[in-house]
């Protein structure tokens, strides 16, 4: 690894809640010669990786892979199906939430900001008030985070969609998944999701590189008549090119390669089964975490995020401080507090390609940078994890 480091042999931990760890085969398949986007061989690519990230979105309706990151997703998704002045609501859940509301507010959209304390999830009750208030029916969209990264809270996408019926409100839904695809169960369809969000870099297993929206029926009605300019995010020239498996500009070849074999690999394992390995893993994390003596950003029993856990540390001791003295000794990259938690809260990611021997040593990275950065604790942590994850 390059930088100014002197070596640390072993293999680094890369435990931050995305970029996630990208297994060797991954790595393999991206590692082919670029090919003619737009010959023979290309196609037969594009139209596996297009079907086959339906499946991950638990959903029918066509999905669109832009060469971006996350946050240009989420661009897409809001400049696809909205015009300049539109009224939004987003719930603060946290970090991502912010960023998102920042860059809705910044392309001209009315937001309305339902605040939060950044240890909740989404509260559906205050979206139904909210609806249930607008009676001309000014609110355009419902945005909200699944799982809010900065936090470790994972919010019920299944209550929002409820309210919003309940009030009979039309507003699109539109529901951030980055860090939940493929990580946490997640249900386009089935909860009735407008427009879903996703990114490459965490559940995935991929680099970062790659953004997704999947897109209903109704958001692509609303986006015939959307009227913010948009060039590069444009739907309609994606699902076009895409019948075709083709798409309109230079796709990110490379990483689609990577996708095909993540979906693969997805496969093989079963999405059930991805997810009962993160919930499984999660718990016994969480369970060190209790043993230490430290508390989880996430108040609610049933939020606790099964792809991260964020751990806040005891007052008058700082988490970047903390996890400076983790990647030093033990060569371990943990995730850092994001805006009003910053140097208070360290991340844990436990998801993507990820199994019991890495929570392992993930954790037992963690129990001993508390101890070499004095911060009290008590040991046995690690034990109470293996014990869960090893009963007898
Ligand atoms: C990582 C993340 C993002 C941002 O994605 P980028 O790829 O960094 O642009 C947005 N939302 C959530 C919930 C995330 O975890």
Same mark, same amino acid.
């Not at 409820?162 to 169960?185: E, F, N, R, W, Y």
């Not at 029926?217 to 008549?225: N, R």
């Not at 895409?242 to 095909?260: E, M, Q, R, S, V």
């Not at 844990?348 to 604790?377: C, K, Q, R, W, Y």
């Given at each position: 690894?390059?930088?100014?480091?002197?070596?640390?042999?072993?293999?680094?931990?890369?435990?931050?809640?995305?970029?996630?760890?990208?297994?060797?085969?991954?790595?393999?398949?991206?590692?082919?010669?670029?090919?003619?986007?737009?010959?023979?061989?290309?196609?037969?690519?594009?139209?596996?990786?297009?079907?086959?990230?339906?499946?991950?979105?638990?959903?029918?309706?066509?999905?669109?892979?832009?060469?971006?990151?996350?946050?240009?997703?989420?661009?897409?998704?809001?400049?696809?199906?909205?015009?300049?002045?539109?009224?939004?609501?987003?719930?603060?859940?946290?970090?991502?939430?912010?960023?998102?509301?920042?860059?809705?507010?910044?392309?001209?959209?009315?937001?309305?900001?339902?605040?939060?304390?950044?240890?909740?999830?989404?509260?559906?009750?205050?979206?139904?008030?909210?609806?249930?208030?607008?009676?001309?029916?000014?609110?355009?969209?419902?945005?909200?985070?699944?799982?809010?990264?900065?936090?470790?809270?994972?919010?019920?996408?299944?209550?929002?969609?409820?309210?919003?019926?309940?009030?009979?409100?039309?507003?699109?839904?539109?529901?951030?998944?980055?860090?939940?695809?493929?990580?946490?169960?997640?249900?386009?369809?089935?909860?009735?999701?407008?427009?879903?969000?996703?990114?490459?870099?965490?559940?995935?297993?991929?680099?970062? +590189? /790659?953004?997704?929206? *999947?897109?209903?029926?109704?958001?692509?009605?609303? !986006?015939? %008549? @959307?009227? =913010?300019?948009?060039?590069?995010?444009?739907?309609?020239?994606?699902?076009?090119?895409?019948?075709?498996?083709?798409?309109?500009?230079?796709?990110?070849?490379?990483?689609?390669?990577?996708?095909?074999?993540?979906?693969?690999?997805?496969?093989?394992?079963?999405?059930?089964?991805?997810?009962?390995?993160?919930?499984?893993?999660?718990?016994?994390?969480?369970?060190?975490?209790?043993?230490? +003596? /430290?508390?989880?950003? *996430?108040?609610?029993?049933?939020?606790?995020?099964? !792809?991260? %856990? @964020?751990? =806040?540390?005891?007052?008058?001791?700082?988490?970047?401080?903390?996890?400076?003295?983790?990647?030093?000794?033990?060569?371990?990259?943990?995730?850092?507090?994001?805006?009003?938690?910053?140097?208070?809260?360290?991340?844990?990611?436990?998801?993507?390609?990820?199994?019991?021997?890495?929570?392992?040593?993930?954790?037992?990275?963690?129990?001993?940078?508390?101890?070499?950065?004095?911060?009290?604790?008590?040991?046995?942590?690690?034990?109470?994890?293996?014990?869960?994850?090893?009963?007898?």
């Amino acid at each position: 690894m390059a930088g100014n480091q002197p070596y640390q042999a072993g293999r680094h931990f890369l435990q931050i809640p995305g970029p996630t760890n990208v297994p060797d085969r991954i790595l393999r398949a991206i590692d082919g010669a670029t090919i003619d986007h737009r010959g023979p061989g290309f196609e037969r690519l594009g139209h596996r990786v297009l079907d086959g990230i339906k499946p991950i979105f638990q959903t029918t309706d066509p999905v669109v892979i832009y060469p971006a990151s996350g946050t240009g997703a989420w661009e897409a998704a809001l400049v696809n199906t909205l015009s300049p002045g539109d009224r939004v609501l987003m719930a603060e859940t946290g970090q991502f939430a912010s960023l998102w509301h920042a860059l809705a507010e910044r392309l001209g959209l009315d937001v309305v900001f339902l605040r939060g304390d950044w240890r909740h999830g989404v509260r559906a009750e205050e979206i139904a008030q909210a609806l249930e208030q607008d009676k001309n029916s000014r609110i355009k969209a419902v945005c909200c985070v699944h799982n809010e990264t900065s936090t470790g809270i994972t919010s019920d996408i299944a209550a929002v969609r409820k309210a919003m019926d309940d009030a009979g409100h039309p507003a699109l839904l539109m529901v951030d998944t980055i860090s939940s695809l493929a990580s946490i169960d997640y249900r386009h369809d089935e909860w009735g999701v407008d427009v879903t969000i996703g990114g490459s870099q965490k559940g995935l297993m991929l680099p970062p +590189g /790659l953004g997704f929206n *999947a897109v209903g029926a109704k958001a692509l009605a609303a !986006s015939d %008549t @959307a009227a =913010m300019t948009r060039s590069y995010w444009d739907w309609g020239p994606m699902l076009t090119a895409n019948k075709g498996g083709a798409f309109p500009y230079t796709p990110a070849t490379n990483l689609l390669y990577g996708l095909d074999e993540a979906l693969t690999m997805l496969g093989e394992e079963g999405l059930v089964n991805v997810f009962h390995r993160h919930a499984r893993l999660a718990e016994a994390a969480r369970l060190a975490v209790a043993a230490w +003596g /430290l508390e989880t950003v *996430a108040q609610n029993e049933g939020e606790m995020s099964n !792809s991260l %856990t @964020a751990v =806040m540390l005891p007052d008058g001791h700082n988490a970047d401080d903390f996890r400076a003295t983790v990647l030093e000794r033990f060569n371990m990259s943990l995730g850092n507090g994001l805006g009003r938690l910053a140097g208070k809260v360290f991340r844990i990611g436990h998801l993507g390609d990820f199994n019991e021997l890495m929570l392992a040593g993930t954790l037992s990275g963690v129990e001993m940078g508390l101890a070499a950065a004095n911060i009290p604790h008590n040991r046995g942590g690690v034990q109470a994890a293996l014990d869960y994850l090893s009963p007898n």
